[in-house]
T-cell receptor, first 114, second 114 residues
């Protein structure tokens, strides 16, 4: 596609439910990132993939959070047993190559846990 | 521990004048810096970057200055245009270490008045 696509755009879920957020990066982009952004804050790093390999997951806040990119393209961020504090904008970004080149961000998924 | 700080939450300038957005960082290992611009309801878009081996990078109306000894960088926009009104995020990374993680500041909301 023309840009990074994230779905759903908005997700409201009840506390304790699992959610899966999808990211469709720009075609051919090697690097894929997940960030979380709280209101009034900058994006906060969660995890990074180089092709299908998850090379850095140091930003995942706890073991309820996981991500995968099995074929080196689409990625899914899964949050199990959601809690209210998980409510935030979840942003995916992709980059054509490694090395901190400019990353292209999607519009994000606004997650609200009630 | 805010490693990248944007101490001004907002800035207002007149069209045609210079906009100066400031960013300070604490991690001396950072060797690559980026500025992103964000419009409402959109993801951040890459604007300009600078490597720590340089002290200035210019792209059209946008110039980024880096003062490593002061751990300070700034983004200059001249002349400012109403379309520049957006939230600007400063970001930094440790490129040499092979890390793909970007650390973002909280952002500065720029308003350019016609």
């Amino acid at each position: 596609g023309a840009g990074v696509s994230q779905s759903p755009r908005y997700k409201v879920t009840k506390r304790g439910q699992d959610v899966a957020l999808r990211c469709d990066p720009i075609s051919g982009h090697v690097s894929l990132y997940w960030y979380r952004q709280a209101l009034g804050q900058g994006p906060e790093f969660l995890t990074y993939f180089n092709y299908e390999a998850q090379q850095d997951k140091s930003g995942l806040p706890n073991d309820r959070f996981s991500a995968e990119r099995p074929e080196g393209s689409i990625s899914t961020l899964t949050i199990q047993r959601t809690e209210q504090r998980d409510s935030a904008m979840y942003r995916c970004a992709s980059s054509p190559r490694t090395g901190n080149t400019e990353a292209f961000f999607g519009q994000g998924t606004r997650l609200t846990v009630v | 521990d805010q490693q990248v700080k944007q101490n001004s939450p907002s800035l207002s300038v007149q069209e045609g004048r210079i906009s100066i957005l400031n960013c300070d960082y604490t991690n001396s290992m950072f060797d690559y810096f980026l500025w992103y611009k964000k419009y409402p309801a959109e993801g951040p878009t890459f604007l300009i970057s600078i490597s720590s081996i340089k002290d200035k990078n210019e792209d059209g109306r946008f110039t980024v200055f880096l003062n490593k000894s002061a751990k300070h960088l700034s983004l200059h926009i001249v002349p400012s245009q109403p379309g520049d009104s957006a939230v600007y995020f400063c970001a930094a990374s440790v490129r040499q270490g092979g890390s793909e993680k970007l650390v973002f500041g909280k952002g500065t909301k720029l308003t350019v008045n016609p």
